[in-house]
């Protein structure tokens, strides 16, 4: 999809002309009626808010025929909030315009924008404006791919976007740049997490941790990063029980997967981007019921955002320095599988006693940090499909954080706030790790079920060796059973956009 950013027309040569809308507006009371598309479309428009057929609520649309009145075939007015617009909201509108552009089957849309959002509020700016509405279009359009679907039929949709002002804009000259640079962002933030979306998609039999790695060797060569893969012969030299211990019951062997990008050599601070990358889990002995185990695909999601993290910065270059490590394998149930009972000694020397083998994300994610560490990461992000807890808690809305550095907490929580991915952190009481201690370990891989978000978290804090360390869970919201917004059905790429709009 091709999207710009133009003055002067008012876009009828499109086939789709959208038009943001509010109740305030069409409550409005003057001794003449306001103008925004066309006369007579605009009071179809008031006819249908008055039958209550159309209320203007947020992310609500109307579709009108233009019967010959305009070039354009149809007019979509979309509702918008009255008391002003948000980032967020210009994102959902976005989103709600692309989906009814979708179900009109036009492939070239005009969209009329507001003359705030070409010369920034109190909200936002010019450019992330852009980039907001520029993500809801491209998100909003995102279709899953499938075996029954080939890509011409995916891709049969909206082709073109314009944005143009709904009015005279020409007095604020600067705001065509910013839009153009907000626009060009927007792209590769929505790129990243389409990408993070299909990976996520990929059935169990087409995305073992074999494959996995040769995708990250494959995004590594186009973006010119360093990629060292190491196998099972590998790990166990360098000690990686957790992550060894976890993929010994699958004829798939685990990998862990490293990533290095260097955009600031003379700064010695290295961001550790962690991805859990179990690419599939039955919960192995502790087996999970069999009913919604599908969604198990889900189980690399944090591996996802993390790949198109770097995607965006491959894209981008940032001045930044990061390593992201993926630990990688699958969860299986056999007659060489992890046990309840068993003992692990991980990478750094710290032993778990596995109580649970569906709690074998941490233990993966222990030699997860431990191998950023140990490449010279001096603060962790780690991302991980982590808990089923965490819905109970925050349901599919948000993600839950961990952390030990509520400076950095805050960090990646205000980048999450640029995304419109809503994190919410949890404590990390002193109490909560001691339902962890162990009389045949250093740990045990469970707490129980009080607190096991937060037990899960601390877990894995204790391989952070004293650095700043956010630990994201993404049980709930990784995966959707239902679209919501510009989220898709499936897997959302969840936490993309947030670690790119913190690092980038």
């Not at 955002?305 to 270059?317: F, Q, S, Y």
């Not at 962890?436 to 899960?456: H, Q």
């Amino acid at each position: 999809m091709s999207v710009q950013f133009t003055y002067g027309a008012k876009g009828h040569e499109a086939e789709a002309i959208v038009r943001f809308i509010s109740r305030g507006e069409l409550q409005g009371e003057g001794s003449e009626p306001a103008k925004w598309v066309h006369p007579q479309l605009d009071e179809a428009l008031r006819g249908h808010f008055e039958r209550e057929l159309f209320k203007a609520e947020p992310k609500e649309t109307l579709s009108l025929p233009t019967l010959g009145l305009l070039p354009a075939a149809y007019v979509i007015y979309v509702g918008v909030a009255h008391s002003g617009l948000t980032v967020d909201g210009l994102r959902d509108a976005a989103a709600a315009a692309a989906k009814a552009a979708r179900r009109l089957k036009v492939a070239t849309v005009a969209q009329q924008l507001p003359i705030a959002v070409c010369t920034g509020s109190m909200e936002y700016t010019v450019s992330q404006a852009a980039q907001a509405m520029t993500e809801g279009y491209s998100l909003g359009l995102f279709t899953r791919k499938t075996e029954k679907q080939n890509d011409e039929k995916r891709y049969a949709s909206v082709q073109a976007v314009s944005f143009i002002p709904a009015e005279d804009a020409s007095g604020y000259p600067e705001a065509a740049e910013q839009w153009e640079a907000g626009i060009r962002r927007g792209v590769v933030f929505a790129e990243a997490v389409k990408y993070a979306r299909d990976l996520t998609n990929l059935p169990g039999n087409k995305l073992t941790p074999e494959l996995l790695a040769e995708e990250a060797e494959e995004l590594a060569r186009t973006y010119s990063l360093d990629c060292e893969v190491l196998d099972e012969w590998t790990a166990a030299e360098q000690g990686m029980g957790g992550l060894l211990g976890v993929g010994q019951g699958s004829v798939n062997p685990p990998r862990m997967i490293v990533l290095h990008y260097q955009g600031a050599p003379e700064d010695k601070e290295v961001w550790g981007l962690i991805g859990k990358g179990i690419t599939f889990d039955t919960g192995g002995i502790s087996l999970k019921k069999a009913e919604g185990m599908e969604e198990m695909i889900s189980d690399m999601g944090g591996a996802a955002a993390v790949l198109g993290a770097m995607r965006i910065i491959g894209e981008t270059r940032p001045a930044v320095n990061v390593v992201a490590v993926i630990p990688s394998a699958e969860n299986m149930p056999s007659d060489r599988a992890l046990k309840p009972g068993d003992v692990l000694k991980t990478m750094n020397g710290l032993t778990i006693e596995v109580v649970n083998t569906d709690a074998e994300g941490r233990l993966v994610l222990a030699d997860g940090l431990t191998t950023a560490i140990r490449r010279g990461a001096t603060k962790l992000v780690d991302v991980a499909t982590l808990t089923g807890a965490v819905m109970v808690a925050l349901g599919n809305v948000a993600t839950g954080a961990v952390s030990n550095d509520e400076a950095l907490q805050q960090q990646v929580i205000l980048a999450s706030k640029r995304a419109g991915e809503r994190i919410w952190p949890l404590p990390a009481y002193p109490e909560f790790r001691k339902q962890l201690d162990s009389d045949a370990a250093d740990m045990k891989n469970s707490g129980g079920r009080l607190g096991g978000t937060i037990t899960g978290g601390l877990f894995i804090g204790a391989f952070a060796e004293e650095k700043p360390w956010v630990h994201l869970d993404i049980g709930g919201t990784a995966w959707l059973e239902r679209e919501r917004s510009w989220e898709s059905k499936g897997a959302t790429g969840v936490m993309v956009r947030t670690l790119g709009e913190l690092l980038v």
